[in-house]
């Protein structure tokens, strides 16, 4: 299996269908398992920089529009579904590729990892103690049940605390124990794509532009019928909840745009810390004119 990663507008899908048409002419043709977890929603098409139809060349794409704006994204399902996908096209004599930029969505599948279930009853009260609380009272709760987790995760990200404390009072553990230990679930070619700073800020920027120009705001005007609002995942994604505040008259159509292009380049920081945690991946520069040809060079060379 070949994974293709790294921060958000470095290539990374048109790196994976290059591959999979190079392993075509090798007898090995390459099918794509989205590892985005924003593109796992039908709809969101234009905001998640989404490969339309006519753009893929053919090749087959798995976990794209497999959830409504009103569905959680989870990673349990994620990694359970992802996983059958690889397996699939292994099993019909082609490549798997995963690609994407979900840091944990991609571990939950290459690596060991432990995906606890949840209990709604459990995470409701929670998020209502939060709510009548505080946040920090809730990350003081935390540091004392699971110091490193409480360190890991910022007082004021009210979801993932919940979700931590969930962990600990369902499995009767910290919630770092479910977290990944490195301990690769199945041999991988992992791929890493890097820009220069500059480089990278410049394209998110225009990125944004373009997805503007395509029509975002129409797409989340378009989503709204179908529950964006009312959805847990959804309408948090970059760009969409920067187009809410707009349709709400909290933000001007250049503020918006601004801060999206903002939040992206944090994303992508963000990201390039993730991966850059993880030693078995290969890092080639997204610009190189010989990109194709490394990539190659790693995937005939095979998992470390």
Known sequence: MVAVVGPTATGKSDLA????????????????????????YRGMDVGTAKLPPAERRGVPHHQLDVLDVTEEASVAAYQRHARADLADVAARGRTPLLVGGSGLYVRAVLDELEMPGTDPAVRARLEAEAADVGAAELHARLAEADPAAAAAILPGNVRRVVRALEVVEITGRPFTATLPTGAPAMPSVRIGLRLDREVLDERIAGRVDAMWDAGLVAEVEALLPAGLREGRTAPRAVGYSQVLELLDGRMTDAEARADTVQATR??????????????AITWLDAADPRLLERALEDVFAGPP
């Open 17 to 40: 269908l290059d591959l999979a048409e190079a392993l075509a002419e090798r007898g090995a043709p390459g099918e794509v398992v989205n590892a985005d977890a924003s593109q796992l």
């Open 266 to 279: 944090r994303l992508a920081r963000r990201q390039e810390r993730w991966f850059r945690r993880d030693p």
